[in-house]
């Protein structure tokens, strides 16, 4: 089946420092890939995309993400975390008409 | 531009009230989703719709109902509200393109 899983559920890191969340997924074409993040009490907003072509991808609020076709990963990124990062992550993939999305990566920011 | 509003934005119910949840969208889209999000669950699909007049059953259908007589507007509906449907309700939508998909703000359900 195709699917994203997220192997992290919850993640806690100081303001400053970098992060990495991961993803993997199991397609067997080029996926399109996303990553969503959820501040508490709102909506999903869209941090970014991969459709094909260059497989580091840009997004907002500095974030970015590498595609590995390798590792079957989409592994998001951050270099240097801000307070208002505390959240929660997703990762999602197409599965039919739908998106298949990663149960969810908690993060947590410490001063 | 709105993007995807929802309707209401709280609610509670008692056991065996019904009721109706609002999607609209001013993109254009062609598909729209209803998703329900619970503490540890992620977020589960109920129903989703792939144009006007269309409707289809998701991981998690049972208890709600959906109409897409609109292309603009999705509702979900309760018909008879039970405490395990007290949940956050996402609306989503998205273009026939690409599988990106817009949400909108949801719905925070209580079943008493």
């Given at each position: 089946a195709?699917?994203v899983t997220?192997?992290?559920i919850h993640?806690?890191?100081?303001?400053g420092?970098?992060?990495e969340?991961r993803c993997?997924?199991?397609?067997?074409a080029t996926?399109?890939?996303f990553?969503?993040?959820?501040?508490?009490?709102?909506?999903?907003?869209?941090?970014?995309?991969y459709?094909?072509g260059?497989?580091?991808?840009?997004g907002i609020?500095g974030?970015?993400?590498?595609f590995?076709?390798?590792q079957?990963?989409?592994n998001?990124?951050?270099p240097?975390?801000?307070?208002?990062d505390?959240?929660?992550y997703?990762?999602?993939?197409?599965?039919?008409y739908k998106?298949?999305?990663g149960?969810?990566?908690?993060?947590?920011v410490?001063a | 531009?709105a993007g995807?509003?929802?309707t209401p934005?709280?609610r509670?119910?008692k056991?065996g009230q019904s009721m109706t949840?609002?999607c609209a969208?001013?993109?254009?889209?062609?598909?729209m989703?209803?998703y329900r999000?619970?503490?540890?669950?992620?977020l589960?699909?109920?129903?989703?719709s792939?144009?006007?007049?269309?409707t289809?059953k998701g991981?998690?259908?049972?208890?709600y109902?959906?109409s897409r007589l609109?292309?603009?507007?999705?509702l979900?509906g309760?018909?008879?509200a039970?405490?395990?449907?007290?949940?956050?309700?996402?609306?989503?939508s998205?273009?026939g393109v690409n599988?990106?998909q817009?949400?909108?703000?949801?719905?925070?359900?209580?079943v008493?």
């Amino acid at each position: 089946a195709q699917s994203v899983t997220q192997p992290d559920i919850h993640i806690t890191v100081s303001e400053g420092a970098s992060l990495e969340l991961r993803c993997n997924y199991s397609y067997g074409a080029t996926p399109y890939l996303f990553w969503y993040v959820q501040s508490p009490g709102q909506g999903l907003q869209l941090l970014l995309k991969y459709f094909s072509g260059d497989t580091l991808v840009q997004g907002i609020k500095g974030f970015e993400a590498e595609f590995k076709r390798s590792q079957s990963s989409f592994n998001l990124r951050k270099p240097s975390v801000h307070w208002s990062d505390a959240a929660e992550y997703f990762c999602a993939g197409p599965n039919d008409y739908k998106l298949s999305f990663g149960a969810g990566t908690t993060v947590t920011v410490r001063a | 531009n709105a993007g995807v509003t929802q309707t209401p934005k709280f609610r509670v119910l008692k056991t065996g009230q019904s009721m109706t949840l609002l999607c609209a969208q001013d993109m254009n889209h062609e598909y729209m989703y209803w998703y329900r999000q619970d503490p540890g669950m992620g977020l589960r699909l109920i129903h989703y719709s792939v144009g006007e007049g269309t409707t289809a059953k998701g991981e998690v259908p049972d208890g709600y109902n959906v109409s897409r007589l609109k292309k603009q507007n999705f509702l979900l509906g309760l018909e008879s509200a039970a405490p395990s449907q007290t949940s956050v309700y996402f609306c989503a939508s998205r273009t026939g393109v690409n599988y990106e998909q817009y949400f909108g703000p949801g719905t925070r359900l209580t079943v008493t």
